[in-house]
């Protein structure tokens, strides 16, 4: 199950790369092949960031059940695994949050975004560092069950590349709040 998991998780990474370039084009304020393609891209995105969860669910409950048998839960020494659930558990409620702002209505037969202000801007700032909390938490794990052996030659560069497209990512958040004003 971690393997489906893992495999997920880069299938997951790969929609979400497209729709952060995408939607930091769209939020500076540039055209960047329309909604169409975001909202295709973000509910395909949905579905397995779905059986994502829910396996991670899954396993979450095993690990908790295996800490009541056995008594005790060694919480200290398994800190950076709860860090991996809890942000996953944040990102989830971040990203419905996000839907619900970007998920717009057609009133009148027309598009029409949702209003865009300060608690808006706060929410979707803390989904970019949930997300990268979750991300940066989870990309050793990842490529181990992956199988790779080498983790310094991958990990570094994707930590890279992902903290560039995140920061850029909240800048366009701020870019299109500032717009908003």
Known sequence: MRKINAILSIAIMALFLIHMVAGILELAGFEAGGSVILEKIARAMAALIAVHALIGIKLSADSILACKKAGVSYFRENKIFWARRISGFALLAFLIVHVMIFLGNTAGGAYRL????????????????????????????????????????????????????????GAAFVVYYLRWM
Do not use: E
Request: net charge positive; aromatic share 6%.
């Open 114 to 169: 949702n209003l865009f202000a300060g608690a808006q801007l706060v929410s979707q700032i803390l989904l970019v560092i949930s997300l990268a909390v979750h991300v940066i938490s989870n990309v050793k794990p990842s490529l181990i069950s992956l199988g790779f052996r080498s983790l310094r030659d991958y990990a570094v560069d994707i930590l890279v590349v992902l903290s560039i497209l995140l920061l850029l990512s």
